[in-house]
């Protein structure tokens, strides 16, 4: 009953002063099962202040690394590269949930550790993700964002953590999630605590096998109008092939993304994980500008 | 080898000049099923030229108008809007393939010759849809453009007449067409005789509801790496909902695709089919202007 | 207006006694957009009547035979096994509805007149494929049973032909098809007379990959409450391999099918088209053997 | 790296005997993914024996019981039902893992502790939901065999706990898992030490609506095929309305599976979840006779 009144410990933005549990539940309409993460309950988009970045204001926030954090060295080398061309976010995984047991976990504690090196030498900000209640504390402490991938989006128990954590997070849809399922997932943070929620589509699960999955690019606007919370985009994982990323990107930010996540790798070929999708640094440079250009179109920057 | 980028009048049956079937045969790769179709046989864009429009060009070409048409007056002022803003080319379909046999079906010969009438008066070009053989003759005679719709796409007696029928097709995936099938769909047009195909991306079938079709965004790209052919993509029937038709439009062309076709209806609220995703003449308008600036964002213009 | 009146022609077995078109329209619910097809307007199962053989009584129907008919002798040694093991109805594809140009587009008419010498010689009755206008009055001429594939579900065009046909006809459903659709595509043959229609579930499209459809193996209890048509299940095209046949033919008949479609071939191996999952006479012997014990435990007969 | 040994505490069956890490890894083919879930490792049949039942032997066993554990008195009244009619194992959902922060979520500690009573009183065995770290540890101090469901197939930390836990586990594949996917997420479980793995096909999601989930029947043989693991079904969550259970569960049966769970409940009406799909203590009752007689028909008991 008093599962979902909004704690102390966040302070989310300019939704933060949004009201009472009680109010929220007023709200509730018999056809959007959710009220919190509604536009109803808040018709103003929300930023999402993270440091010197906002989402879902004017500009459009660009995150990028690699797929999973491997070295000190590798790390290093995005970072710097980042700070170049001005992408203010950086990811990184350091747990890393994969399909088998025996592929590369990731470095866990130790790459959390050297992403937040990696902030201290070159000002970027770090995205990485928390798979069970251990790596979210660990996440909170050391990271600025908090993932939530794609296969932990209805692990509800991490949900209800995330809501208490007391950082922003980054909620990838599920491979087979509807928006409404999507949204709902978004309610369990917002009912437990944290409205500093940003929405990530990363492609959905169909029959087509070209690609890994299918960027389900209507979602921007659907959200956009059923929720006030910021959405970004993952072509990266959508497509599954580095080719099509930077066209996959353009069309997001023309569909109204409030930002990007793209793989990036010093070296594409050598990655641990998810190599074929990932650019080279000439790549993501060339999607920098061109996605600029885009941004400028629709009335945004970079 | 340059042999069937047909340009200007469309001489069906080139094709079986051009290097004849053996030939063909011969070039068929283990990896790719198709032939004519594949940018392997053909590595430059294919421009299709339809009167003064060209297909696969620098320009993106906009198509627009009603799901049916339903009557002399609705289709004029639909022309005289279209002439307007500029849209080169008016659809408006005379035979409707519908779900059920009690739904409108179309106003067939006489609907065709409306649209021909149209085109005498306010100079758009047509395109608009066969079902069958006999449609088919009559769509030839009476149009510019074929349209062979969604539910058809494996309709592959349809597809060896319209290789032999004399004019651009318009070619739209099937709702749960691979982009395989739908390469082959349009091999068999031009095994038949053919090559002057347009592809057209209108949404996939997913478990998603919210929109009426999943639109593949990252069809578009995947199809040009694979074709030499034009893409254009429909953002009204993959989103089933007018207000998300503008942002899908703008997506589209962002990530390459060669041109647009948008129901547009001079009152969508009493449309005998697909109101709900129709524009009116005011979004339309809109639609122009903003698609406009992401064409150029992208080196290109309307 | 006059469309759907149920022609004389037809002898729908139990339905044909039903009332004119008016009552139908009358009978119309809001909810179900079909009408003659459904349990509402027709609250008994429908028995179809072909020859000696009935879909939708006390006995499940076998139907089996090759993918395609590929020559006289493959014919005649099939239609020998399926007398001597009791399969009362052969299949074989005349016209075939390919995804590639370049494959085997089947005998055509030949092929129809080896099924109906078959038929002669062998006591047993025809289904096969009709593709189009042309194709279906030869096998409305030759054959008990007029086919139509998944490809042409929604080829409206054809169903309505196929509603004027004088033949018994069995449905496919479309691999992306919803149960609605294939229902309403049953409608159009209804409303342009011909009441004599079984549906068959053949697989329909989804994400898993190590089979070549999915077996929707639900649609058969879920279109007995909605219909009153008989319905059967081809789980040779969902598999798509051999070894799955069995199983699925089994579950398919505990479910509830009124009938079973089987690819069969006296030597899989050098099968033309659909070789992998194709039984050969061995393994056919024994699907009849297991599928009759399951057809007793549910109180049925083969 | 020693992650993967087989531990003690384990009592997998038939398969315990199974060798060293190092043979699991030479075992590994270039084809397939896992190793000690696959019958390449084990060409026989696992039998899963859980105190006087044996999943994967000639009996197929039947798991029923209400969704969500509401009360002591709902829960007595139906183990009272499930001893008399003769099902060994009674599920029951202690901790709900569901998609609205605001629905239902469980009675936690204290359903379990009333599973257990009722396992005392009438001597069916428990199955029951685990969803995170803390109620793994209570559902294995209290339960007979641990659930891992469908949202959670890909909570890989909490698979990797499950491998360690000493019980039984019955693992639901996830709503839009491959079968490779799956089998990948039994390997996580036997990596870590269990192999005592139960896989459950509980419906995929798919384009289709009138059911909640479409049953993947074809899993069952093609799963036997791949892994030597027993395979059940969920027909209640597949159908997602009671009426189609029945059909299903017969289905499920003749295509070979080991067992079924099926939800049931004194009062279908007034369940606090899943009453729709909830079976009577009545129709359970005639579910037990009619799939004891396909059980039979496949040369197995119930």
Request: glycine fraction near 8%; charge should be neutral; include cysteine.
């Amino acid at each position: 009953m008093e599962a979902f009144v909004l704690r102390d410990a966040v302070k989310p933005g300019r939704v933060s002063q949004v009201g009472a549990t009680e109010t929220a539940e007023a709200v509730v309409s018999a056809r959007k099962p959710y009220k919190l993460v509604s536009r109803d309950f808040h018709p103003d988009d929300s930023v999402i202040q993270v440091g010197p970045v906002a989402f879902g204001g004017d500009k459009v926030i660009v995150m990028s690394g690699p797929c999973a954090v491997e070295s000190r060295e590798q790390l290093m080398m995005t970072a710097e590269f980042m700070q170049r061309v001005g992408v203010p976010v950086m990811r990184g995984g350091a747990y890393k949930p994969r399909t088998s047991p025996y592929s590369f976990q990731g470095m866990r504690l130790d790459g959390l550790k050297m992403l937040a090196e990696a902030r201290e030498r070159y000002g970027v900000l770090i995205v990485t993700e928390a798979v069970d209640h251990e790596s979210l504390a660990n996440v909170a402490e050391w990271a600025d964002i908090v993932q939530i991938g794609a296969r932990n989006m209805q692990n509800f128990e991490l949900l209800k953590a995330v809501g208490q954590c007391g950082r922003p997070v980054l909620l990838k849809r599920g491979m087979a999630a509807t928006i409404d399922e999507w949204l709902l997932a978004a309610e369990y943070i917002a009912a437990h605590g944290n409205l500093n929620i940003i929405l990530c589509e990363r492609g959905i699960r169909t029959y087509e096998t070209k690609t890994r999955n299918t960027l389900d690019i209507s979602a921007v606007p659907v959200v956009k109008q059923l929720s006030h919370l910021p959405v970004v985009i993952d072509p990266s994982h959508a497509a599954g092939q580095w080719q099509w990323v930077l066209p996959l990107a353009r069309a997001g930010v023309a569909a109204g993304a409030d930002g990007l996540i793209i793989e990036t790798h010093p070296n594409p070929a050598e990655a641990l994980s998810d190599g074929p999708q990932s650019l080279n640094f000439r790549h993501m440079e060339e999607l920098m500008e061109e996605v600029g250009r885009v941004a400028r179109a629709v009335g945004r920057t970079l």
